[in-house]
């Protein structure tokens, strides 16, 4: 009988949580007899032939680690056709016909371009994606892998900026990671009780940010009982942060107050840490639906999370898992550039959303 092999990788930045998809859609193709190949670093890994055999014992203890034991890269090369030609050339060599990408948007794209039947000739290779990105831009998914992880570093940091901030009486400038989405911040804005948060698709100019800043630290010092001022904001914000800070310094020193503010970049941290239980659940969910899907003979579609909304004809739910939907990796890549471009129903909601509670935040 032929070996039927599967290969998997994780791709971009790396995420808590892509272990457990990895772990549970080894699993779940071992048991259905087909040989799984890990490749290492992404396509970069894939074009340089980096491959090894897993096997059950390679993935057990992987559910609760961070990052990606698979490593992962960012690369430039699989963006030419002839990085792809070389990658598709290697999953030939090692006779792997199905590709389980587990990623964010760039990893997704590149996913729909190796599996291009325009590219891909006489070639038998079917590929399916798992979203994965802190940064929860990734379209027609309600969530991706390492989102909740992410949000629950940030509010843990800000419980415990909060303190050092209330002892102070300071304004604290919370930055957090998610590139040019602002549901990082916007969402835990809410579960650490932020005062403010700040994002680039609410499509406020500078003057208006530093306005609303200013008022917000002086206002919250004028009461009693607020003895600290948090204000969150996500890193696609246009203006810098150190130029906010600058600009709020001195609009509260023109208006004859002294009230002193501080900034922190989570930077990297809000991307490491054990997945939560949510991830690993929602990760291990999505890799079985990947890997089953591929089996079944599914290909240039990704697993969905739960998505709410209009769905596109070719949405369909999956018979394995109801909460997750098989999309088309085409309307997914297209549902993403209109979050980036704003013209996305969801980006829209999600700002009127702010933009009606922004008065009750500052209460
Ligand atoms: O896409 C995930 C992400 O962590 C973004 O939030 C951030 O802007 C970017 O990756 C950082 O990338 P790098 O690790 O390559 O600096």
């Known amino acids: 009988m032929i070996e039927k092999r599967l290969g998997i990788l994780t791709s971009g930045g790396d995420a808590p949580g892509m272990n457990a998809a990895l772990r549970a859609a080894t699993m779940v193709s071992l048991d259905r007899g087909w040989h799984v190949y890990g490749i290492e670093h992404g396509y970069r890994g894939l074009i340089q032939g980096e491959m090894q055999r897993l096997e059950a014992v390679d993935v057990e203890s992987l559910l609760r680690e961070g990052g990606t034991t698979l490593g992962t890269a960012r690369c430039a090369e699989f963006t030419q056709l002839e990085g792809r030609d070389t990658a598709r050339a290697r999953l030939a060599e090692a006779r792997i016909e199905a590709l389980l990408v587990i990623g964010g948007n760039g990893s997704l794209a590149g996913a729909r371009a190796l599996a291009d039947p325009a590219e891909l000739g006489d070639q038998i290779l079917r590929v399916v994606g798992v979203p994965a990105s802190i940064d929860n831009d990734i379209g027609l998914t309600s969530m991706a892998i390492g989102v909740d992880t992410a949000m629950n570093t940030i509010v843990d940091a800000c419980d415990k900026i909060a303190d050092t901030a209330t002892a102070h ?132 579609r990704m697993v969905a999370w739960q998505p709410s909304g209009t769905l596109p004809a070719s949405a369909i739910r999956s018979a394995v898992d109801p909460r997750c939907y098989l999309v088309d990796l085409e309307d997914v890549l297209r549902e993403t550039r209109a979050m980036l471009d704003g013209s996305s129903p969801v980006i829209q909601w999600r700002a009127k959303v702010f933009d009606e509670i922004e008065s009750v935040l500052r209460l």
Not at 199 to 214: M, Y
Not at 236 to 262: M, N, Y
Request: net charge positive; with cysteine.
């Open 169 to 300: 009486d300071r304004a604290f400038i919370v930055e957090v990671m998610g590139r040019d989405c602002g549901y990082l911040a916007m969402a835990s804005s809410v579960a650490a009780g932020a005062d403010v948060v700040l994002f680039r698709e609410s499509g406020k100019s500078d003057a208006q940010i530093v306005h609303e800043v200013t008022d917000a630290i002086i206002e919250a010092h004028g009461r009693r009982h607020r003895r600290r001022v948090l204000i969150v904001k996500s890193e696609g914000t246009r203006l810098s942060t150190d130029d906010l800070k600058a600009r709020v310094d001195a609009a509260i020193e023109a208006r004859g107050k002294l009230i002193e503010t501080r900034v922190t970049v989570l930077g990297h941290v809000v991307r490491g840490g054990r997945p939560s239980a949510f991830d690993r659940v929602m990760a291990s969910r999505l890799g079985h639906v990947g890997v089953r899907a591929l089996i079944d003979g599914e290909t240039l």
